[in-house]
């Protein structure tokens, strides 16, 4: 062989190994379609929203759920919308496990509020007075500390085993409420306890999150300067039908939860 004739050889051979690493950098730009699956609770079911499902009933499902504009905005092959209002772990672990496809490459759930007792807590503030409020969130963060942590590890666990190669995303809860002042609303102080409670319960998930090989997705930022009490609320404070009131709107799930998730799973 003629050096012009090798020469030749080699430039078309690097060539085509050229183009050969830009066609499969051009496939791996593009992701394949997903098997998603959305569990947990009212956060992920989408109450607040107003917008629901009628076929979901009480479990109040929404397309305006950060998990319906997820599926919405990619290329999904399979998605399951499991999460339902009012749930617990245990509800995940008797009802919503058994949806999860065992092919899921992706999942979300938001779960842990229901077993602390959020309903309870946020209607003793609201009835009671600052000390009656104080106590009840003492008393939840007392369980959020002690028995939350097994519940949650049991959750994740049973996720992985129903869904084995999936990536498990939980997003957490914001601080319901902003700390100005407030007319009308609670209390500066049963406000700053209810802060703190969602604080807590943000890093036991986030602990036990970690611990199960899981995502953490913190949306306490998204919705800083949005709670209840600010001048653009994206969670409702007391409306109609009270299962919306605390629970985010459609404009906190699209921009308090959708945008920082759609950071972390794309």
């Not at 007075?129 to 028995?147: H, P």
Request: net charge negative; hydrophobic share 45%.
């Amino acid at each position: 062989m003629s050096l012009r004739s090798a020469t030749r050889a080699l430039i078309g051979a690097v060539a085509a190994v050229t183009m050969g690493v830009a066609f499969a950098g051009a496939a791996q730009a593009t992701p394949p379609p997903y098997h998603y699956a959305a569990l947990g609770d009212s956060y992920s079911a989408g109450v607040g929203t107003g917008s629901y499902d009628p076929d979901s009933g009480a479990c109040k499902r929404s397309d305006l759920a950060h998990p319906a504009l997820w599926a919405n905005s990619r290329v999904v092959e399979s998605f399951t919308f499991a999460a339902c209002s009012g749930a617990t772990t245990q509800d995940v672990l008797d009802t919503q496990i058994a949806q999860l496809p065992a092919y899921a490459d992706l999942v979300t759930i938001s779960i842990g509020g229901n077993d602390a007792g959020f309903s309870r807590v946020v209607g003793a503030c609201l009835l009671g007075t600052d000390q009656d409020c104080v106590g009840a969130v003492e008393s939840s963060k007392q369980f959020v500390r002690t028995e939350l942590p097994a519940r949650l590890d049991e959750t994740y666990q049973a996720i992985s085993d129903a869904a084995p190669a999936a990536r498990v995303f939980v997003p957490g809860y914001p601080r319901l409420f902003e700390l100005n002042a407030c007319e009308g609303g609670l209390s500066l102080a049963k406000r700053t306890v209810l802060n703190e409670a969602a604080d807590l319960l943000d890093e036991v998930i986030a602990d036990r999150v970690a611990a199960a090989g899981f995502t953490f997705v913190d949306v306490r930022a998204a919705f800083a300067g949005h709670g209840v009490c600010s001048a653009d609320p994206w969670i409702n404070a007391l409306v109609q039908p009270q299962d919306d009131a605390f629970h985010p709107t459609a404009a906190g799930q699209r921009n308090g939860y959708f945008a920082p998730l759609s950071l972390a799973m794309y």
